[in-house]
């Protein structure tokens, strides 16, 4: 059974950085897609960003050159490195997982219309 344990969020001014960190356990790297979702107080859930068991990332555009996904597969935690932080990054942000199926598509369907499997408790991201 997959666990997964989020930490790292906090408040920030706007033009700074957090560093999100998502323990993984019951859960091997090659065989999973794990990723970032977001949710703000009145607004659907958005993927953020993803990475597969074949190292392939993703990201949503309103993120793109901004935040980086990465994995420590030794630690089995996924960490999503957040820069030039806006207000509107401001949400709660939840690490999710989900069985992989081979293929690049997969991680890009990952963050938009693939429903993940496993979810985190979430931890509170406010840029201000």
């Known amino acids: 059974h997959v666990q997964l344990v989020e930490s790292g969020g906090g408040s920030v001014q706007a033009g700074g950085s957090l560093r999100l960190s998502c323990a993984a356990s019951?859960?091997?790297?090659?065989?999973?897609?794990i990723g970032w979702f977001r949710q703000a107080p009145g607004k659907e859930s958005e993927g953020v960003a993803a990475?597969?068991?074949?190292?392939?990332?993703t990201y949503a555009d309103s993120v793109k050159g901004r935040f980086t996904i990465s994995q420590d597969n030794a630690k089995n935690t996924l960490y999503l490195q957040m820069d030039s932080l806006k207000p509107e990054d401001t949400a709660m942000y939840y690490c999710?997982?989900?069985?992989?199926?081979?293929?690049?598509?997969?991680?890009?369907?990952?963050?938009?219309?693939?429903?993940?499997?496993?979810w985190g408790q979430g931890t509170q991201v406010t840029v201000s």
């Open positions: 999710a997982a989900k069985e992989l199926v081979h293929g690049g598509w997969f991680v890009r369907a990952f963050i938009s219309t693939i429903s993940p499997t496993y």
């Open positions: 019951g859960y091997t790297y090659s065989t999973y897609c």
């Open positions: 990475i597969d068991g074949d190292g392939s990332t």
